[in-house]
């Protein structure tokens, strides 16, 4: 709103923004006016839930209530109120909306813009800059843009619109939300003959199908509900809507039409207060506000003491340990010192004891010198306890320092030496004593119990029971050898031998080394034996009879093998070959029985192939050479040689006549 021709100097704009985080809509995020070399911003900072009001000049926050230059701002629990006394301006700006009251008598047929024209004829009110009226008030707002507030630019539309208006297009079917039916309903019946409900109910219906916070259908009811406390018509509306409900503090109650200006003590009765109606938390009924800045009921004017704390007048009070009172003329409080009993202080004679402020919980503003308990000021402790007793502290009725008390131990005492129960004491030869659990109720120690020492003379097989006269007790000593076989113990005197299962392999016998008794096992000793490993018929018994010997079948007739070049002539092979060959023992005889039988085999290739390699000759030549390459081998019968034969007989026969008949 701005003076179409300067008079008053008044102008008021509305700061517009983007306010849901899903739909395109704009809410009001401040009003500015400017009056009397004054801008004054009534702002808002929280679109979503409670509002977060302030009022700025520039950048400097008001302090509320404010009047300055014919200028008053003041805060109600939900609004911001503006009034400029002289020219019967009233302006209201809260979360839910705005409105701005201008009287006719100063601003008839002298404003334009987003309110129109001021001559309470609403056909002209949709007027655009050049006096071009629209069918469509929203058209109209965009050609009303102020520039250089807040330091943004607002840019108009270019083209001015069509004559008749636009075709608009066919808004989606919305239903309305419920809480708008209230506004056609009993509720406001008292003031629908008076302000007609059918632009709010439009404006909540819009705003419940284009905003995403459901709660914005309570901007067009607290609207409706304001036009009708404007006209005396009070509604407690709120009371049939879970989405618009107000907390009041515990010392307030609701009102939907209390004065913007609440009541106060500092009221000065020539002063014109803002009494626009509005909802909010106020006073209860019979208190007002102590002063408009602490937000206090009182039933009775007095003064605030430093607490905040309201007092009344010529009231008498303690505070901070001082003896205050409410003063009817200043209207303020006076303070003296809390005047406290004297005393002599006391005198501490006990160890421990030092003087210390003491304050009386019945007289918390008052101290006295007490003797009070330290530790840090007692003694050092330097008592020892003797052997048996255990040093306990311990601090007697009406002392401050701990002292030393030594308590005998649960323990036995004999000879300075502390034993626990159950051990066992050398007190007399011969005899065993033990500690046990009796106390003796003139030492108050455990008592020593004593008996003679009972000899054990079981001894283990091998040993003898010893008498020792230099001791309470003889020995096992030990006399024989003992061996344990399967179980079974077997005594053996020094020099016997113990017979055993093979007795031509093993011996075990009784020794005695520097007076010990030492049992020996001789075992001998076989070499590894593998069957496997043995030509098959050649396994028997050592001549000892205590191994198993064979004949190894690695020294029977096999392929074998050797690494070496081959040579033919002057040539040889570039490197060492594989070569096979046929070794090893084969059986031959000749029996005793039989002059002349013998039977004669040697070791012979029995599968052989042909291979061929290339040798380097001396005279650069590479040649071809075939070798025979064996394969398989075994012992091929051969014939045997007549004389040898005959004179292994004889030989043989020779030897068996000198062994029979020597």
Known sequence: MEE????????????????????????????IVSYNNQVI?????????????????????????????????????????????????????????????????????????HCGTCNNNKADDCMIPGGILVDDCSVMADYWAASGVNDE????????????????????????????????????????????????????????CHMSNPAVVCTSLQSYARSCSQLGICVHWRNYTNLCNIECAEDKVFNPCGPAEPPSCDDIPEQRTITVPTEGC????????????????????????????PREFDEVFEYNCEE????????????????????????????????VNYTDPSEPCCSKQVCNCDV??????????????????????????????????????????EYEPGTTIPVIDCQECKCTWDVDPKSQFFKIKCGFVQCNEKCDPGYEYIDDFSDCCGKCVQTHCVVNIDGVNHVL?????????????????????????????????????????????????????????????????????????????????????????????CNSFSRYANPGLSSCSCCQA????????DLACVNGDIINHTYIHVEECSCSRTKCHEAEVSQTLAETSRRKRSVRFP
Do not use: W
């Open 493 to 585: 005197q020094e020099g016997a031998s113990l017979p055993t299962s093979n007795p031509g392999c093993d011996k075990i016998t009784c020794s005695k080394v520097n007076g010990q008794f030492i049992t020996v096992k001789y075992t001998v000793q076989c070499p590894p034996f593998n069957i496997s490993n043995c030509q098959p018929g050649t396994v028997q018994l050592s001549a000892d009879g205590c191994c198993h010997v064979c004949v190894d079948q690695i020294k029977g007739c096999q392929v074998q093998s050797i690494r070496d070049f081959i040579k033919h002539n002057d040539c040889q092979s570039e490197k060492k070959m594989d070569l096979a060959f046929c070794g090893g023992d």
């Open 41 to 113: 911003t009534l702002k808002n900072h929280n679109f979503f839930g409670g509002a977060e009001l302030e009022a700025l000049m520039g950048d400097v926050l008001l302090t509320l209530p404010y009047t300055h230059n014919g200028v008053r701002v003041v805060s109600s629990s939900l609004d911001l109120f503006l009034s400029i006394p002289q020219l019967n301006v009233d302006v209201s700006f809260g979360a839910t909306g705005f409105s701005i009251n201008l009287p006719f008598q100063h601003f008839g047929n002298n404003t334009q813009g």
């Open 153 to 208: 630019m607002c840019t108009p539309p270019t083209a001015l619109p069509t004559v008749g208006g636009d075709i608009k297009p066919t808004p989606k079917p919305c239903k309305a939300h419920p809480d708008c039916f209230l506004l056609g309903s009993e509720l406001f019946e008292a003031c629908h003959a008076h302000v007609s409900p059918e632009n709010f109910f439009m404006g909540c219906e819009y705003d419940s």
């Open 376 to 417: 840090s000021m007692c003694p050092p402790l330097d008592k020892k306890c003797n052997i048996g007793y255990a040093p306990i502290l311990d601090v007697p009725e009406g002392k401050c320092c701990p002292e030393i008390k030594c308590e005998p131990k649960k323990v036995c005492v004999h000879k300075n030496t």
């Open 282 to 309: 106020f006073c209860p009924e019979g208190t007002m506000l102590f002063n408009k800045d602490s937000g206090v009921c009182v039933s009775k004017c007095g003064c605030m003491d430093a607490s905040g704390t």
């Open 606 to 613: 029995t599968r052989s192939s042909n291979r061929t390699v």
């Open 4 to 31: 179409i021709r300067p008079q008053y100097h008044l102008t008021i704009y509305i700061d517009n923004v983007f306010c849901d985080p899903i739909e395109h809509v704009s809410c009001p995020r401040s009003i």
């Open 324 to 355: 205050c009172v409410c003063e009817r003329a200043s209207k303020s409080v006076t303070c003296k010192p809390k005047s406290c009993p004297g005393g002599n202080p006391e005198v501490c004679t006990e160890p421990g004891f030092v003087l």
